[in-house]
């Protein structure tokens, strides 16, 4: 008998979740059978200087041989792929790679760059599967994988831990099943045994699915000498590199990139631009702070030297960058003031 481990998957199964989805994707994975026949790959937004054990905490409670990637490899039934900290998991044909390439939503690995490879390479072959989690990443892999044919479906957003991402994903993907997760693998399993029709010819898939680059899955040349951006400038600039942000409209769904790569949608880039911010303001109250140990060191020599007019002029500045140390501090201190201790919240959150 064969090995279903020694079988190239001809069918794939994307999971994407973020915050709270570590048990969703858990309860998914007991309920599905050893033999199952596709590949199964799974990103969960963590922190790039964890310590990777998502793949061996799934591997007590299923039956699949649960693999945390360490470099590419043939794409194989009954497998568990697994995206390690501070790398994109993509498909490439019948293979799986690691890239290091730039963020996407902030976060590596980030779910979309699965979903739109998976949509690229298998079709009408692919689940996309949405879990619970903060924002939207995998709203644009969904609209992909389903334009190319493939079944999309979300964990019921009143299950969810973090609703965000199944209910974008509802409102940008267009949905086959919303269901809770003690479902999800009864439907998975009678979608891979009936088969499924397949979705339009290859020529006008590639066509339809073809993306703009670079990407986290396409890093390539920077497309300032590429000329490859068609899409008008938007006022903004990326909060991880400084460069300007490209807008990408597809229907309801905002999109930004930057000649680099990086990529975001408005929720991302809001909370990229309050983590910039909060940077912006530390940094402003540092140059504040040793602006007035600079003048109060000046302060000294002059009255020491009498100089009257020369002290009362320092004075009245330090005085006046003390209110304004004093205003930023409790800009930056104050949960209720700072918009961008919402962002560290969301951040934890989704490392959880």
């Not at 019948?94 to 079709?123: I, M, N, S």
């Not at 396409?218 to 460069?243: I, M, N, Q, V, Y």
């Not at 990229?272 to 140059?287: Q, V």
Request: hydrophobic share 35%.
């Amino acid at each position: 008998m064969v090995s279903a481990l020694t079988v190239p998957a001809t069918r794939v199964i994307v999971v994407g979740a973020s915050a709270g989805g570590i048990t969703a994707v858990r309860t998914l994975l007991n309920k599905l059978p050893k033999d199952i026949p596709a590949a199964i790959f799974v990103v969960v937004h963590t922190s790039p200087d964890g310590p990777g054990r998502l793949a061996t905490v799934l591997n007590r409670v299923t039956r699949l041989t649960v693999v945390k990637p360490e470099y590419d490899g043939l794409i194989r039934n009954g497998c568990v792929y697994v995206a390690p900290p501070d790398y994109h998991l993509i498909i490439d044909g019948r293979h799986l790679r690691l890239t290091h390439g730039p963020r996407e939503h902030r976060f590596r690995p980030a779910v979309d760059p699965l979903f739109r490879t998976a949509a690229e390479h298998y079709g009408a072959r692919t689940i996309g599967i949405v879990l619970s989690g903060h924002m939207a990443d995998g709203a644009h892999g969904m609209a992909l994988i389903k334009r190319a044919g493939g079944v999309t479906m979300v964990q019921h957003p009143d299950e969810a831990q973090a609703p965000s991402m199944p209910l974008n994903a509802m409102r940008r993907g267009g949905i086959d099943y919303v269901l809770p997760i003690e479902e999800m693998a009864r439907v998975i399993m009678g979608l891979l045994m009936q088969g499924r029709r397949r979705g339009t010819r290859k020529s006008q898939r590639k066509r339809q699915l073809k993306t703009e680059i670079p990407t986290p899955e396409r890093p390539g040349t920077d497309a300032l000498r590429t000329h490859e951006f068609k899409d008008p400038l938007s006022p903004f600039t990326c909060p991880d590199c400084g460069g300007a942000l490209r807008e990408i409209k597809e229907k309801d769904l905002v999109r930004y990139r930057c000649h680099v790569g990086h990529g975001f949608n408005s929720e991302s880039l809001r909370d990229g631009m309050d983590e910039k911010l909060e940077e912006t303001l530390w940094s402003a109250l540092r140059a504040i702070e040793e602006n007035i140990e600079l003048r109060s060191r000046m302060l000294t020599r002059a009255k020491d030297r009498r100089l009257t007019a020369f002290t009362r002029a320092l004075d009245r500045e330090i005085a006046e960058m003390k209110q304004r140390a004093a205003a930023l501090r409790r800009l930056l201190l104050d949960p209720r003031e700072h918009a961008v201790s919402r962002t560290r919240s969301r951040k934890r959150q989704a490392h959880d």
